[in-house]
């Protein structure tokens, strides 16, 4: 049976979604961010060196990475109905959307989320305005203008494709979810339609609402 090495408000999220849209039997091992630090638990490294989620195992075999465990479970359990035609235009949007979404989308969020803590960070107050500034610059002229280049494309993408990889889902919409789920979390919601149509159809989903009450508390919902 697969295990789900399942960290609260983490991109393992999407793992158990598709888990639970594959219908396959599974069990989850919950972990909790520190409420300080807000990392995982040191425990997660007895799973896998690195200590982060997700991570799966399904007997002997131990994957880590969200676009890896997701390829191996789509491969091993669901590659006629969430698998493009290898070859095909499909398949090479499949290819290009499951590298997107960690490669080039992840990480100006990442950087938002930590210039974002650098501007509430407490610090003297004679160095608020120092530290405020750098937060502002780096936001202004790098991080702000890659995120909305970054969105505008899938928003075009998505006014022409009704999942990332055609017509039907595939295993790129799992990789893709978190980081607009992350997206729209930031209230960009009004300025891409098309994104936020999408995002809402995935949580419409029976088995998204499953895998949410399955792995409990989750901000990006």
């Known amino acids: 049976m697969i295990t789900l ?3 609260n408000n983490s991109r393992s999220q999407r793992i158990l979604w598709l888990l639970e849209e594959l ?16 990392l995982a638990p040191p425990e997660l ?40 035609e290898p070859g095909s235009a499909d398949h090479r949007l499949y290819t290009y959307w499951m590298h997107f979404a960690e490669g080039s989308l992840m990480p100006p969020l990442v950087m938002k989320l930590v ?10 107050f004679f160095l608020k305005p120092v530290t405020q500034g750098i937060a502002d610059k780096v936001m202004s002229s790098f991080v702000g203008p890659n995120i909305r280049n970054n969105m505008d494309f899938i928003e ?17 919409d799992f990789q893709m979810s ?14 891409y339609p098309h994104i936020a149509a999408w995002v809402k159809k995935v949580h419409a989903r029976p088995a998204y609402q ?12």
């Open 115 to 124: 210039f974002d803590k650098v501007r509430s960070a407490p610090v003297p």
């Open 45 to 84: 490294k007895q799973v896998h060196p690195l200590g982060k989620s997700p991570v799966i195992t399904d007997g002997e075999i131990t994957v880590a990475e969200s676009g890896a465990i997701i390829e191996y479970l789509v491969w091993n359990y669901a590659r006629d109905r969430l698998l493009p």
């Open 178 to 191: 978190f980081p607009l789920e992350a997206a729209m979390a930031g209230r960009v919601n009004g300025q």
């Open 210 to 221: 499953r895998a949410l009450q399955a792995g409990g508390p989750y901000d990006y919902a």
């Open 23 to 38: 219908e396959i039997p599974y069990r989850i091992q919950p972990y909790q961010r520190d409420r300080k630090t807000q």
């Open 156 to 172: 075009r993408h998505l006014a022409s494709q009704a999942w990332f990889a055609g017509a039907q889902m595939t295993g790129a």
């Open 5 to 7: 090495h399942h960290l």
